[in-house]
T-cell receptor, first 114, second 115 residues
């Protein structure tokens, strides 16, 4: 079974600074999908960024980018120019195939400080 | 753009009562997933449906059942409710057609409180 580990339960960052959230996973699959979801205080689950394992290029979405290290099974999220609205719980998630359930990590609570 | 609609948003039930949660996926999405998120926890997969057939089953208690209807909406039925069932229940939908951007779209969730 796949597992996802987020080793940082809580992090804080100053507004406009950069922060990196860590995620490692365990799988025997060669092709799979990785995601970062954001859950603000409203509890809505919002997709931040996705990465297909067969793609070597790291995904980017505006201020959000990932560092995908397939051999190390690592998938970290970098948030640049942090904004107060980035304050949320961030979940790393793994999906084996397109029609299979997501497996979530325990989450990292990020606080952006003014 | 249309999103995943869940109803009700909030629900309060007493122990041993029954609850029904509804989920309306994004139009043309053919797969629906149900997740349970306890307080301070990560979402746990309960069950999923593809084209109205159960496709995967996770840690869903025997007291819970779910189905997907012909219009693709799904219902999660929960009986003999326990205090531990208090949680946020998410529904998500996805489109598995080739070429789509894989990943779910989540609804806003139903917050169930069992008293």
């Amino acid at each position: 079974a796949q597992t996802v580990t987020q080793s940082q339960p809580e992090m804080s960052v100053q507004e406009a600074e950069t922060v990196t959230l860590s995620c490692t996973y365990d799988t025997s699959e060669n092709n799979y999908y990785l995601f970062w979801y954001k859950q603000p205080p409203s509890r809505q689950m919002i997709l931040v960024i996705r990465q297909e394992a067969y793609k070597q290029q790291n995904a980017t979405e505006n201020r959000f980018s990932v560092n995908f290290q397939k051999a190390a099974k690592s998938f970290s999220l970098k948030i640049s120019d942090s904004q107060l609205g980035d304050t949320a719980m961030y979940f790393c998630a793994f999906m084996k195939h397109a029609d299979t359930p997501l497996v979530f990590g325990k989450g990292t609570r990020l606080s952006v400080i003014a | 753009a249309a999103g995943v609609i869940q109803s009700p948003r909030h629900l309060i039930k007493e122990k041993r009562e029954t609850a029904t949660l509804k989920c309306y996926p994004i139009p043309r999405h053919d797969t629906v997933y149900w997740y349970q998120q306890g307080p301070g926890q990560d979402p746990q997969f309960l069950i999923s449906f593809y084209e109205k057939m159960q496709s995967d089953k996770g840690s869903i208690p025997d007291r819970f059942s779910a189905q997907q209807f012909s219009d693709y909406h799904s219902e999660l039925n929960m009986s003999s409710l326990e205090l531990g069932d208090s949680a946020l229940y998410f529904c998500a939908s996805s489109d598995q057609l080739p070429g789509t951007d894989y990943g779910y779209t989540f609804g806003s969730g139903t917050r169930l409180t069992v008293v």
